[in-house]
């Protein structure tokens, strides 16, 4: 395969032109493979060409393309070449109308300013469509220019006019919404700052991003984006990276923690080694898997370009029927053919082709800056069908992090427990160590020797001549040992007797009740805990948690067979880390994996990635999912009633150019403008709360 060239592309119109583009591209001999992006304005293609040879296969929708890193530039509104062109035919029609009124419609001045209006708001237009007629390619372009012809030649020179503009102006509308659905995935490339303070030697030097290599020392001030992943090696401070995450609080950074590319270092200066090149880090990752993911088209979006496919040549039929039929039966040919030609504007496609995909972007770009990736529209319109979650418990359900919930002392007092217990562990990576060090962080430890580690048991040292364990039951064989419920217990005690025990567990995560609450009011009817935990522990945690079912003791393959199993009566989603979750994350109806910031696992293996530690956004997602779905089924029948109450006009005579191109117009205005309501942050949940009726 030739070398893989990626661009940005500026004018790219609607979905049709974007498909005549490709199709273009590929008859250049140098090019193997072209793939045009309409949602993300982006042009993968495989082999050599100039950007000269890729904007001449363009230049019938005046397509620019730019260098991938190089962004698009911002034209001001009133200097676009679309819309300059659009007012001048507005002008002219003005002018044409002042003429009609004191000269008469057929005056030669009167023609020839309405002539001019087409003219110049209606070349690219006319000359696509023509060149459509000619390849029997009939698309929203051939029918408008059918209508504009056969207008003009039946002497209809001010509809054709207004026909003219009207288009032009819906074009430009379009084109403007959707460059604003854009910007949700334009705003993340615009994240991660383009230049690094880099350390050599004992000089400070400024360089590009592209530049940087791994393992370089990278010098990040307060106040500054960071600019690239990496570890932090001396400093400490508070990063703002709720454009990776979504959290919405700053969070600690020190020594060994991880940084992201595009986040704030709001205190402290940080000393960071590199660990990825600018275009591995997770931003990049993010923006090419979100651009990737609006490529996918949802079960909605392909039904509808199903449709629209035999749609355009069945109203083509119906409009020749019109023109023919009535004048056959002694109807005038004039009346009825200006009426046919109505009933091909009026067919135009263009809000239903256009229903669906704006919905999709806005609302995964509302997703990704809000810390949500979602990897296509089927994952998102799947979501909205979902009534069931499976939740792995570590790292999910609970914090994933053990802490000392219980200290317990039979002999001495717990001050003294927790010293022993701390003096043995104090060299232990194991988390349940951890959990004890942290406990005793306020004690002073005692010197302990002659360590010894039993795997799967516990450890053996002694302090001053005394030989003291802490451990599990097997550590303990043959002791006396008190009866304890719940989470993990760990024995201290010496040769001769338990002193106590401390019983340390794992933590259901913070207002995680709530969150479960949420998602049964959004219409999710079952939850289940799948998790290798045992089971007094997981059906604590599962009482504390609000989860409905819980499933212990289980292994990766169990986890998969009891999500098969529940596929077979319920639309289940299933939530984990990525790692040992990936079979069951993959056999769900739709996979959702926790934390995915920096976790190549969780963003390769989900359909949905959570990019902070927030269950919250789980609810927060499935609400964005109801309304995207309810948003494009209403798109779709605002679409079709509105060409079908303007198509039954025809019937009294009623349905003018203009009105027909209003119609169009306005529903194409009116589906943009109900799916960009989906760039806002979030739903009150009990408003859609009643979605899942009709779904479920």
């Known amino acids: 395969m030739a070398d893989k060239q990626v661009y940005r592309l500026k004018g790219l119109s609607c979905t049709n032109c974007a498909a005549n583009f490709e199709k273009n591209l590929r008859q250049i001999e140098s090019i193997q493979e072209a793939e045009v992006n309409f949602s993300a304005a982006k042009l993968t293609i495989f082999g050599d060409a100039t950007i000269e040879q890729l904007e ?231 923006i090419h898997l979100v651009e990737e993911a609006q490529t996918k088209k949802a079960p909605t979006q392909a039904f509808v370009d199903r449709f629209a496919k035999y749609y355009t040549p069945a109203i083509m039929l119906i409009a020749l029927m019109v023109m023919v039929i009535p004048p056959l039966l002694g109807g005038e040919w004039q009346t009825w053919m200006y009426n046919g030609l109505a009933v091909l504007v009026v067919g135009c496609p263009c809000a239903l082709v256009i229903s669906t995909p704006v919905a999709i972007v806005t609302a995964i770009g509302n997703a990704a800056r809000n810390g949500v990736l979602i990897k296509g529209g089927i994952h998102l319109e799947q979501l909205a069908t979902i009534n069931t979650i499976a939740f792995d418990k570590t790292g999910t359900i609970t914090v994933g992090k053990p802490v000392v919930v219980e200290v317990n002392a039979i002999h001495g007092t717990k001050e003294e427990l927790i010293q022993l217990a701390g003096s043995l562990e104090r060299y232990s990576e194991h988390p349940i160590a951890r959990a004890i060090l942290k406990k005793a962080h306020d004690v002073s430890l005692l010197e302990a020797t002659q360590f010894q580690s039993y795997t799967g048991k516990g450890i053996v040292a002694f302090i001053d001549g005394v030989c003291y364990k802490v451990g599990n039951a097997k550590l303990f064989e043959g002791y006396d040992l008190p009866i304890v419920s719940g989470g993990t217990v760990v024995y201290v005690g010496s040769d001769e007797q338990i002193l106590g025990y401390i019983k340390v567990a794992d933590q259901p995560r913070k207002g995680i009740k709530q969150h479960v609450q949420k998602l049964y009011q959004l219409g999710i009817v079952k939850t289940v805990m799948l998790t290798g935990d045992v089971e007094n522990v997981a059906k604590q945690i599962g009482e504390e948690s609000g989860i409905t079912e819980v499933k212990a003791e289980l292994f990766p393959e169990e986890k998969l067979s009891h999500i098969k199993r529940v596929k077979e009566r319920y639309r289940v989603a299933m939530v984990g880390d990525g790692i040992n979750d990936a079979p069951a994350l993959a056999e769900a109806h739709v996979g959702i994996a926790m934390g995915g910031a920096g976790t190549d696992v969780a963003l390769e293996t989900a359909d949905i990635a959570l990019m902070g530690d927030d269950v919250s956004k789980l609810a927060d997602t499935i609400s964005l999912s109801k309304r995207t779905l309810r948003i494009i089924k209403e798109n779709i029948i605002l679409a079709l009633s509105l060409k079908v109450v303007a198509l039954l006009l025809v019937i009294p005579g009623w349905l003018t150019l203009w009105l027909a191109i209003f119609a169009d117009m306005g529903a194409t205005l009116l589906v943009v403008a109900n799916a960009l309501r989906l760039m806002r942050k979030t739903a009150e949940i009990d408003s859609h709360s009643r979605d899942h009726h009709e779904i479920t």
């Open 56 to 286: 001449q296969a363009g230049a019938f929708d005046h397509i620019k393309v730019y260098a991938h890193n190089q962004g698009t530039p911002r034209i001001p509104v009133y200097k676009k070449r679309e819309n300059l062109l659009t007012l001048s035919s507005l002008l002219l029609i003005i002018v044409g109308y002042s003429f009609y009124f004191q000269l008469g419609e057929n005056h030669v001045a009167t023609v020839g300013a309405f002539l001019l209006s087409i003219i110049v708001g209606g070349y690219d237009l006319i000359r696509a469509g023509i060149k459509n007629i000619a390849k029997l390619q009939f698309d929203m372009k051939t029918l408008m220019t059918i209508a504009i012809i056969g207008a003009a030649i039946i002497g209809e020179w001010a509809e054709a006019a207004v026909i003219v503009f009207l288009f032009a102006l819906s074009e430009a509308l379009e084109g403007y919404s959707m460059d604003k659905a854009r910007n949700s995935i334009k705003s993340l490339m615009e994240i991660a700052p383009n230049d690094a303070t880099i350390k050599r030697g004992k000089q400070l030097v400024q360089i590009s991003v592209e530049d940087v290599r791994i393992g370089d020392t990278m010098i990040v001030k307060p106040g500054e984006k960071i600019p690239m992943d990496g570890i932090v090696r001396e400093g400490r401070s508070f990063v703002n990276q709720a454009a990776i995450t979504g959290e919405s609080a700053p969070v600690e950074k020190k020594v060994k923690s991880t940084v992201y590319a595009g986040t704030v270092n709001e205190e402290g200066a940080l000393v960071v080694e590199v660990t990825k090149l600018s275009e591995d880090s997770t931003i990049a990752k993010i």
